[in-house]
């Protein structure tokens, strides 16, 4: 099932909310291609896109908070480099090594990965940034 974009899950930053959102078209264009034929190469695009995304994305997260004082800013950085560190993994695990077998079991783990990734980085993490970007 697709996830769809609320105004809850705004941060109260139009930057970062797209930011956001193209996080949440990149696991809907997975679970799209993956449905229609999952192999390595549905996997790789997905983990590329997502690395992409992920270096920009925090960067231009971090000089906001920068820029506002954010007080947890810290925590928030250590918390995007581990972000980092599990899609260099998978990176590791299912495009370097190619022994590994792409199989439902792959892509039922990807899938969990990536709404891992959005619940514990937008959701649990981000949010609490609203506050301080003025939003209620
Ligand atoms: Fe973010």
Known sequence: MPIEWR???SVGDPTLDADHKNLI??????????DAGFDRQVLSET???LMGYAKEHFAREER???????PYYDR????H???L???EGH??????DTSTEIDGEVKLAMLHFLRDWLINHIIEQDLKMRPFLGAS
């Open 25 to 34: 078209k990149i696991i809907n264009e997975f679970e799209e291609k993956a």
């Open 64 to 70: 906001l908070q920068a820029r506002i004082n954010y």
């Open 7 to 9: 105004d809850k899950l």
């Open 91 to 96: 990176i590791r695990t299912y495009m370097e």
């Open 85 to 87: 560190r599990d899609v």
């Open 76 to 79: 928030h950085c250590q918390e």
């Open 47 to 49: 983990l590329k896109r």
């Open 81 to 83: 480099r581990r972000l």
